[in-house]
């Protein structure tokens, strides 16, 4: 069973930084993507950042220069570190791996549970 369990989140004031992690357990042969997306109240789920296994990243037009999103293959891990937050970037964040698992060894998309990050002035 493939598990993601992000950590981190919070609040903070506008201006301030957070930093989110995503561990990926289980019977994994490989990560491939990883990526944070994340949905405000009342607003379709939108990509943040995204992650390739060879460290390619690409990120939303509205978070480029402030976040930053990094990985541990070693670990299976993804960080994102956001940097300047804003009002707007409030939102619940959840985690995304495609995650190839012993076993079947297909090619699955699993998400983490969510978490709140919440930026006030």
């Known amino acids: 069973q493939v598990q993601l369990v992000e950590s981190g989140g919070g609040l903070v004031q506008a201006g301030g930084s957070l930093g989110l992690s995503c561990a990926a357990s289980?019977?994994?042969?490989?990560?491939?993507?990883m990526g944070w997306y994340r949905q405000a109240p009342g607003k379709q789920r939108e990509l943040v950042a995204v992650?390739?296994?060879?460290?390619?990243?690409n990120y939303a037009d509205s978070v480029k220069g402030r976040f930053t999103i990094s990985r541990d293959n070693a670990k299976n891990t993804a960080y994102l570190q956001m940097n300047n937050l804003k009002l707007e970037d409030t939102a619940v964040y959840s985690c995304?791996?495609?995650?190839?698992?012993?076993?079947?060894?297909?090619?699955?998309?699993?998400w983490g549970q969510g978490t709140q990050v919440t930026v006030s002035s």
């Open positions: 289980g019977r994994i042969v490989r990560i491939n993507n």
């Open positions: 992650i390739t296994s060879g460290g390619i990243t």
């Open positions: 995304n791996a495609e995650i190839i698992s012993a076993g079947p060894y297909l090619a699955t998309d699993y």
